[in-house]
């Protein structure tokens, strides 16, 4: 379960498979949870790499974004949240 707000996710893999996911019930202030289903189980100390394709919003109140020339590469756009 990851929080959110003002975002809208088209799609989610865990280790390169599709994920199903839904959002939860939406809160003033938390925000939405999204609920992630992992397609197999994981067993004791197996990592995952969670992949979600999505859009946000000028409303994604805690979200920001660093352009490619603010980067260290200088290529590509970075995304972080300033939210805990």
């Known amino acids: 379960v990851l929080d959110t707000r003002d975002v809208q ?3 989610v ?5 599709d994920a199903q996911f839904a959002f939860g019930e939406k809160h003033s202030f938390k925000g939405t949870p999204l ?3 992992f397609p197999n189980e994981l067993r004791r100390g197996q990592e995952a790499i969670v992949e ?4 946000s919003s000028p409303q994604s109140s805690a979200l920001q974004w660093f ?3 603010q980067t260290s590469g200088k290529k590509h756009p970075f995304l972080f949240s300033q939210c805990q």
């Open 9 to 11: 996710v088209f799609k």
């Open 35 to 37: 609920e992630i289903t």
């Open 67 to 69: 352009t490619p020339e």
């Open 52 to 55: 979600i394709s999505f859009e």
């Open 13 to 17: 893999t865990v280790n390169g498979q």
